[in-house]
């Protein structure tokens, strides 16, 4: 039974393929590489992005809509500390991706060492900051009574697993520019279970609320944190998952020119995303003069997004990767075909997800909120969320094509026009016209099209080559290719 089952679903998947090549979307061949990356990452967003929604359904079951607004009041500013880490580990994987696919194990074994001390010189200060000013950080953008004092203990609970959170982020990169997005999912798939089981636990049967839902979240994210720690440091788990690119005591820590490769590929996208995490404040701001159900409403609507946002994982990586492989091997035209048929993949992707999430949008509401009037208003925000999650889609594959040649100004500049020229210009019109809370739809859609449209011109161009071609392996033997 179980063979007449794999044969069918083997015909199934080969019958898919041969469509997708005879319509022009991705290559046979070159699928299989990218799903075999993709995926992995593709569940492991989940896993992540459904830790974070669970805690705020489980605490919106028990505690209504001022507990979700507090978790989100929180969670922007545990979220604003992460992207930092996102950024960091997007330069990783641009530099790892490289070298090793240069043959170069050494020189990407020392760009891991060196992104675990950045990573460390950063996340420090940040965890001092956000449990020592937790209650007027809350207060800041717009949390007051119970909302406030929900945010405050969200945030003291869980600002310091982000001392490990950073870690997970260094090592998730690191296994993906090697080409092994399998181990990390597989440990960030078990913390994401973990956490649902503990929250479960904590909120429903401890009865602690908002305090359960906390440490829920910090010890999954420590113990996947001791998990990827393992093979890091060149050591197996039953014979697979040691890293290539081990980080052990011995040989150098630091490079000087590879530390200013480093900052300065990641520097772009660590101000990226930050200003990525920094937008959502006014944005909260704006839906708490609405009430604290618009704030609920807003918050599902991102959670939902973010969960859409999973494919992206998968397709930004593996673009990333082949992308960056391939010119490492100085195969530029290989790695332009490889672009494309990633970013036509995740468009077809995105399409249909959306789709099936615009048509269940009053149930998934239903799931966070009971009153009628908060379900209305929270499955918009579910509509308007999955509306921009295609073009969340196509640049997240953009993205990671650039990324994959060290080209990440652009992609900067392309978040700073779509946040700051248009979507927060837009949401704020929402205060000072009859535009409203469509203001703040408005918002959701164009943070994520703009930024879609320019870096699609970006990748069109061809500039992004010649960007690479000064990260390259031959270019710290000052040779350079132009192949």
Same mark, same amino acid.
């Given at each position: 039974?179980?063979?007449?089952?794999?044969?069918?679903? $083997?015909?199934?998947?080969?019958?898919?393929?041969?469509?997708?090549?005879?319509? $022009?979307?991705?290559?046979?061949?070159?699928?299989?590489?990218?799903?075999? *990356?993709?995926?992995?990452?593709?569940?492991?967003?989940?896993?992540? /992005?459904?830790?974070?929604?669970?805690?705020?359904?489980?605490?919106?079951? &028990?505690?209504?809509?001022?507990?979700?607004?507090?978790?989100?009041?929180?969670?922007?500013?545990?979220?604003?500390?992460?992207?930092?880490?996102?950024?960091?580990?997007?330069?990783?994987?641009?530099?790892?991706?490289?070298?090793?696919?240069?043959?170069?194990?050494?020189?990407?074994?020392?760009?891991?060492?060196?992104?675990?001390?950045?990573?460390?010189? #950063?996340?420090?200060?940040?965890?001092?900051?956000?449990?020592?000013?937790?209650?007027?950080?809350?207060?800041?953008?717009?949390?007051? $009574?119970?909302?406030?004092?929900?945010?405050?203990?969200?945030?003291?609970?869980?600002?310091?697993?982000? *001392?490990?959170? =950073?870690?997970?982020?260094?090592?998730?990169?690191?296994?993906?520019?090697?080409?092994?997005?399998?181990?990390?999912?597989?440990? +960030?798939?078990? %913390?994401?279970?973990?956490?649902?089981?503990?929250?479960?636990?904590?909120? =429903?049967?401890?009865?602690? $609320?908002?305090?359960?839902?906390?440490? %829920?979240? @910090?010890?999954?994210?420590?113990?996947? !944190?001791?998990? #990827?720690?393992?093979?890091?440091?060149? +050591?197996?788990?039953?014979? +697979?998952?040691?890293?290539?690119?081990?980080?052990?005591?011995?040989?150098?820590?630091?490079?000087?020119?590879?530390?200013?490769?480093?900052?300065?590929?990641?520097?772009?996208?660590?101000?990226?995303?930050?200003?990525?995490?920094?937008?959502?404040?006014?944005?909260?701001?704006?839906?708490?003069?609405?009430?604290?159900?618009?704030?609920?409403?807003?918050?599902?609507?991102?959670?939902?997004?973010?969960?859409?946002?999973?494919?992206?994982?998968?397709?930004?990586? @593996?673009?990333?990767?082949? &992308?960056?492989?391939?010119? %490492?091997?100085?195969?530029?035209?290989?790695?332009?075909?490889?672009?494309?048929?990633?970013?036509?993949?995740?468009?077809?992707?995105?399409?249909?997800?959306?789709?099936?999430? #615009?048509? !269940?949008?009053?149930?998934?509401?239903?799931?966070?909120?009971?009153?009628?009037?908060?379900?209305?208003?929270?499955?918009?925000?579910?509509?308007?969320?999955? /509306?921009?999650?295609?073009?969340?889609?196509?640049?997240?594959?953009?993205?990671?094509? #650039?990324?994959?040649?060290?080209?990440?100004?652009?992609? =900067?500049?392309?978040?700073?026009? %779509?946040?700051?020229? =248009?979507?927060?210009?837009?949401?704020?019109?929402?205060?000072?016209?009859?535009?409203?809370?469509?203001?703040?739809?408005?918002?959701?859609? *164009?943070?994520?099209?703009?930024? @879609? &449209?320019?870096?699609?011109?970006?990748?069109?161009?061809?500039?992004?080559?010649?960007?690479?071609?000064?990260?390259?392996?031959?270019?710290?033997?000052?040779?350079?290719?132009?192949?």
């Amino acid at each position: 039974m179980r063979s007449r089952l794999r044969e069918a679903a $083997g015909r199934t998947g080969e019958a898919v393929a041969g469509a997708l090549d005879r319509a $022009g979307v991705i290559d046979r061949g070159r699928l299989r590489e990218t799903l075999d *990356l993709a995926w992995p990452r593709i569940v492991t967003g989940f896993a992540i /992005m459904s830790k974070n929604t669970v805690d705020l359904a489980v605490i919106g079951a &028990v505690l209504g809509a001022p507990a979700v607004a507090g978790v989100a009041f929180a969670f922007a500013y545990w979220q604003l500390a992460k992207f930092i880490s996102i950024g960091l580990a997007g330069g990783t994987v641009s530099l790892v991706s490289q070298n090793y696919g240069g043959g170069e194990t050494d020189r990407a074994a020392l760009v891991v060492k060196q992104s675990l001390v950045v990573a460390l010189a #950063l996340v420090v200060p940040i965890v001092v900051v956000l449990v020592g000013l937790a209650e007027p950080l809350i207060a800041l953008v717009g949390g007051e $009574g119970d909302a406030l004092g929900y945010g405050v203990t969200y945030l003291v609970v869980t600002a310091p697993a982000l *001392l490990f959170e =950073f870690f997970n982020m260094i090592a998730s990169r690191t296994y993906a520019g090697v080409g092994d997005t399998f181990t990390p999912m597989t440990f +960030r798939a078990g %913390g994401a279970l973990l956490n649902t089981v503990l929250t479960a636990g904590f909120v =429903f049967g401890a009865g602690l $609320g908002v305090l359960g839902a906390g440490l %829920g979240t @910090a010890i999954s994210i420590i113990a996947v !944190a001791a998990g #990827l720690s393992w093979g890091m440091t060149g +050591r197996s788990y039953f014979g +697979r998952g040691a890293s290539p690119v081990p980080v052990t005591p011995t040989g150098p820590w630091v490079d000087t020119e590879l530390t200013r490769q480093l900052l300065r590929v990641s520097a772009p996208l660590i101000a990226r995303r930050v200003a990525q995490g920094v937008v959502v404040f006014p944005l909260l701001w704006v839906a708490a003069s609405f009430g604290s159900a618009t704030v609920a409403a807003l918050e599902v609507g991102r959670r939902v997004r973010g969960l859409l946002g999973s494919f992206t994982w998968g397709f930004s990586i @593996a673009a990333s990767t082949l &992308v960056g492989q391939r010119l %490492g091997a100085a195969e530029e035209a290989l790695a332009t075909e490889y672009g494309w048929d990633v970013i036509r993949l995740s468009t077809l992707v995105y399409l249909v997800a959306s789709a099936a999430v #615009l048509l !269940a949008a009053d149930p998934i509401a239903a799931v966070f909120v009971d009153d009628p009037e908060a379900v209305a208003a929270t499955a918009t925000f579910v509509m308007v969320a999955a /509306m921009s999650a295609v073009p969340l889609g196509i640049n997240g594959s953009v993205t990671g094509s #650039l990324r994959g040649a060290g080209d990440t100004r652009w992609p =900067f500049l392309a978040s700073m026009v %779509g946040l700051y020229v =248009f979507a927060l210009p837009a949401a704020l019109l929402g205060l000072v016209t009859p535009l409203g809370v469509a203001g703040l739809y408005a918002a959701v859609i *164009l943070e994520k099209l703009v930024p @879609a &449209v320019l870096n699609g011109i970006r990748f069109r161009s061809n500039r992004w080559q010649a960007v690479s071609r000064q990260y390259r392996p031959a270019a710290a033997d000052g040779e350079g290719t132009s192949k």
